[in-house]
């Protein structure tokens, strides 16, 4: 992998569990091509099943909330793969899958913070870790889509969308919501500042060439 300006750097766990994912997922997007289904029909339909999932959360059934976040998740690999199989990759589903992505994590965080919302005073602590999470979540996205604005990858970080997906599930599944949401607002906006530094570097670097 480069860094948009030729220099190599190495894979993300993302980027390795991405690889691997595309190779199962392919045979299953074959069946959805069959069934004629789109990209971006397949990229919408998961949105609304994160929409389901955050239902879900919001009634308070926070174990099924993470299976079923699991499943909602694998369409994040089924609608590149079904483009890939189709080759219909283009720069809109692209763009719809990322915005998309936004809309699923702020729902996901929407109906886990209801319960808490629920329980007055108890739940003030994870109300605001939600919403720290939720705006250290954004910002690492923020900073990557920046960065290839300036022409750079920035995939770089402890914390990319995959890692805080598998987290939020096991901590759905295992009932372990508070520790997560410590976990996540933390990492999320040291994976922002771990970007800032990186783009920092390298655009530093090249401006002295």
Known sequence: MTNGLGQKRP??????????????????????????????????????LNFGVAVVLALGYTAWG????????????????????????????????????????????????????????????????????LVG??????????AEGLGLDCKVGLLTRLERFLIMAAALILNQVTLALWFLAVLTHFTALQRIAYVRRITRENDQM
């Open 66 to 133: 993470g299976w079923l976040l699991l499943l909602a998740g694998a369409f994040d690999a089924l609608d590149g793969a079904l483009a890939r199989q189709m080759n219909r990759k283009t720069r809109f589903g692209g763009f719809l899958d990322s915005t998309c992505d936004r809309y699923a994590e702020a729902a996901i965080f929407l109906g886990l913070m209801i319960p808490f919302l629920r329980a007055g005073p108890q739940g003030q602590m994870q109300v605001i870790l939600i919403f720290v999470t």
């Open 137 to 146: 979540s954004i910002l690492v996205s923020y900073t990557r889509a920046r």
């Open 11 to 48: 894979a993300s766990f993302s980027e390795w569990a991405r690889t691997w994912g595309e190779k199962i997922a392919a045979p299953v997007a074959r069946v959805l091509e069959r069934l004629g289904l789109t990209p971006n029909g397949v990229t919408l339909f998961g949105l609304a």
